[in-house]
């Protein structure tokens, strides 16, 4: 990934920011000030969301781990999903939906795992391909996140 480029730009990027801090300081007084406060509040955004969707991966992939058969598998477009639950995780990459149900219409795949607003797999497709929603574990269904995420399951 061209971000772990980033680190080299660092230097260039402090000099680059006490210049703007100086320019913005000669404006107004409050500008820095300012400026700072919405970088870190959008950088705590990042900080503050993730952890969220980390653990409901992480819970749920074990969850689904304890389930699962020999030889049966989980797909999800949530790659931490799959190594919590046992399995090889696909690239770092967003995973299209149709790798989803290329997956989903083998008879391995018991579960199918998707997270609101990430891919556009049609749950209409997940019923023709024998998948109907189940609830979600109990552990997981307490977590703060688990309104986003849907749970599709194969009757053995």
């Known amino acids: ?51 969220t969707d980390r653990t409901i991966e992480r819970d749920l992939g074990r969850a689904l781990a304890a389930e699962l058969q020999s030889g049966e598998v989980v797909v999800s477009d949530m790659p931490r999903l799959e190594f919590f639950a046992g399995q090889r995780p696909p690239p770092p990459a967003p995973i299209p939906a149709a790798a989803i149900l290329e997956i989903a219409r083998q008879p391995r795949c018991r579960f199918v795992a998707l997270k609101r607003g990430r891919t556009d797999v049609d749950p209409q497709s997940l019923a023709a391909l024998g998948l109907a929603p189940v609830p979600l574990p109990a552990a997981v269904a307490a977590h703060p996140a688990a309104a986003d995420v849907l749970l599709f399951g194969r009757a053995r």
């Open 1 to 51: 990934f061209l971000s772990g480029f980033g680190v080299l730009l660092l230097p260039f990027a402090g000099a680059a920011f006490v210049g703007l801090l100086d320019r913005l300081r000669a404006r107004r007084p409050w500008l820095p000030w300012l400026a700072i406060a919405v970088l870190i509040g959008s950088e705590a955004r990042l900080w503050l969301d993730r952890p």
